[in-house]
């Protein structure tokens, strides 16, 4: 059973244009939500998280919407950079039982093309 | 001021044979969390502890796999007698007390079991 959903495997964007990455869940304890974004060969590195008593957060060229009545999150980055290509992860916490661990979305992997 | 140590990088192991990964968490950190990632597959978390103590552990498989970290030294994950199944990718991460979940990241270890 996924709690975390990413249905996107991968998406190819222009540079300079929007990149927007999907990322649903099913439980509505959540009350946490973190975007992590990896490079091959390397460890998750923190980018962006957002509070389920907010719909936004915003750093720089990074934007994640949370939409708690659709169960729904979404990362923006504009503009988007060839050295945004990596695989990004959502992540949530807070469900019954939660003790801080995460619980991750398999991954969306974002190519931006010059 | 490290990051979170993880070592070795790669391991190689035949079935049946141990396999134990090293975790140095950040300076200042005192809670560790091991995850796991099977190819194409997002991270899922393993166990949580912070020094001496075992604080969840239900992302654990029941048989063969054991996770400490010590007064003194890294968190050690442990893994007896492996199958192929166990080839992944494990990330340690860790965390000050007062952000459960704002942590960082290791490198990984790669394991191989041939």
């Known amino acids: 059973d996924q709690q975390v959903k990413q249905n996107s495997p991968s998406l190819s964007v222009q540079e300079g244009r929007i990149s927007i990455l999907n990322c649903d869940y099913t439980?509505?304890?959540?009350?946490?939500f973190l975007w992590y974004k990896k490079y091959p060969a390397e460890g998750p590195t923190f980018l962006i998280s957002?509070?389920?008593?907010?719909d936004k957060n915003e750093d720089g060229r990074f934007t994640v919407f949370l939409n708690k009545s659709a169960k729904h999150l979404s990362l923006h980055i504009v503009p988007s950079q060839p050295g945004d290509s990596a695989v990004y992860f959502c992540?949530?916490?807070?469900?019954?039982?939660?003790?801080?661990?995460?619980?991750f979305g398999k991954g969306t992997k974002l190519s931006v093309k010059p | 001021n490290a990051g979170v140590m993880q070592n070795p990088r790669h391991l190689v192991r035949r079935r049946g044979q141990e396999a134990r990964l090293r975790c140095s968490p950040m300076?200042?950190?005192?809670?560790v969390y091991w995850y796991r990632q099977l190819p194409e597959e997002g991270l899922k978390f393993m166990v949580y502890?912070?020094?001496?103590?075992?604080?969840?552990e239900s992302g654990m498989p029941k048989e063969r796999f054991s996770a400490e970290f010590p007064k003194e030294g890294p968190s050690i994950l442990r893994i007896q007698q492996v199958v192929r199944g166990d080839s992944a990718a494990y990330f340690c991460?860790?965390?000050?007390?007062?952000?459960?979940?704002?942590?960082?990241f290791g490198s990984g270890t790669r394991l191989t079991v041939v």
């Open positions: 957002i509070s389920s008593i907010k």
């Open positions: 991460a860790s965390s000050p007390p007062s952000r459960a979940y704002g942590y960082t």
């Open positions: 992540a949530a916490s807070g469900g019954r039982g939660s003790q801080g661990n995460l619980i």
């Open positions: 439980n509505s304890m959540f009350d946490y």
């Open positions: 300076k200042g950190h005192s809670h």
């Open positions: 502890l912070q020094k001496e103590n075992i604080i969840d």
